[in-house]
């Protein structure tokens, strides 16, 4: 869980590195990593039942419990995912907003 939770901590300040460089603003880039941890798990929680667990499965603070293999079924249910994909998730985050804003600066100021 340790290992996860750091992992989790260093994919998040990547994001937000990502994120800061498509949109050009710190608090941009602050509100958006805000948004990604707090705001997007409670919307998700408000789609249709099969759609809410699918959704919250991917969001980011819920993939260090999968990570761990401690998550509690009885809060997502029966959709979560195994260790290897939530971490394949877990990677995929960073690696793909920092491509996109390594293709925004080159794009932009080049």
Not at 81 to 101: E, K, N, S
């Amino acid at each position: 869980m340790l290992l996860a939770s750091g992992l989790s901590a260093a994919a998040l300040a990547l994001v937000g590195l990502g994120l800061g460089a498509v949109i050009r603003s710190t608090a941009g880039a602050i509100v958006s990593v805000i948004a990604l941890l707090f705001v997007l798990p409670g919307i998700a929680v408000y789609l249709p039942p099969p759609w809410n667990t699918r959704v919250s499965t991917l969001l980011l603070p819920n993939l260090v419990p999968q990570i761990a293999d401690e998550w509690l079924l009885s809060r997502l249910g029966d959709g979560s995912l195994p260790p290897w994909a939530a971490l394949a998730v877990l990677f995929a985050y960073p690696v793909v907003t920092l491509a996109i804003g390594s293709y925004a600066l080159k794009r932009r100021d080049a």
